[in-house]
């Protein structure tokens, strides 16, 4: 595929039909898992790492999003699980398996590209020890491809009990390059897919019962901040926004 703007728009529609095809019952599975948290009074707590934390933020606190959803991400386990700040500092920070900190009993969605890098795996273990379902979204490609970096031997999709596949080829990038190597990533388009379709699922189920779902409401329309910290109330002392 050419390397041109019009090239990764072909290549990624391409990549979008591919997971159209292969990713539906996946998807629902997924839907299924959070809308019986969500029914049983709990919320969903979405984390990823390096360029992965673009899913939790596509997932929580944002306009048409699920209002009882948490982000978390690497700073979030530093900060409240009394690490040092300046930790943050470290670029490989995500290898280290001992980043991870279990939060609170809910359901659990983890992105991360390639899935074996020690705090996404540890994180996933935490979650996996204490019964709770976890949802991954990650390339299965890539993540068959390389070693695990976690003490364990596993990968994020070994632990997962849904594995949604970001369609994302090994190493990310989807144009060849003629000098060698790979330009313009695939799992920021399809991560943000792959979420707002899994939403759409809960949103759908939600109202299919008879209930209204909690969906926020545009921060910059008139009465969105009065209406979303209403049913923020709901959950209070459970959903976080961090920056």
């Not at 839907?31 to 390096?50: K, M, N, R, S």
């Not at 386990?77 to 943050?88: D, H």
């Not at 020690?118 to 979204?137: N, T, Y």
């Amino acid at each position: 595929m050419a390397v041109t703007a019009l090239g990764y728009v072909s290549a990624i529609r391409s990549v979008i039909d591919r997971i159209d095809a292969t990713q539906v019952g996946n998807v629902n599975r997924a839907a299924e898992h959070i809308v019986t948290a969500l029914q049983a009074g709990g919320i969903l707590q979405a984390f990823g790492t390096g360029h992965s934390e673009a899913v939790p933020v596509d997932f929580a606190g944002r306009a048409g999003g699920l209002v009882p959803t948490n982000k978390i991400l690497l700073r979030d386990l530093v900060v409240c699980g009394g690490q040092e700040p300046r930790i943050l500092e470290n670029e490989k920070l995500e290898r280290d398996p001992r980043i991870a900190a279990p939060p609170p009993e809910d359901a659990f969605v983890m992105a991360a590209q390639s899935g074996i890098n020690g705090g996404i795996v540890e994180m996933a273990l935490l979650i996996e020890q204490r019964g709770h379902k976890l949802i991954a979204i990650t390339s299965v490609e890539h993540t068959e491809r390389v070693a695990p970096r976690h003490p364990s031997g596993r990968r994020l999709a070994d632990v997962a009990d849904v594995v949604l596949d970001n369609g994302a080829p090994y190493g990310d990038a989807l144009l060849s390059l003629d000098s060698g190597g790979a330009v313009c990533p695939v799992s920021s388009v399809t991560g943000a897919l792959i979420a707002q379709r899994v939403i759409a699922e809960v949103v759908r189920r939600i109202e299919a019962a008879g209930e209204v779902a909690p969906v926020y409401l545009s921060a910059n329309v008139p009465g969105g901040d009065e209406y979303n910290n209403t049913l923020e109330s709901r959950y209070a002392g459970r959903v976080r926004r961090t920056a």
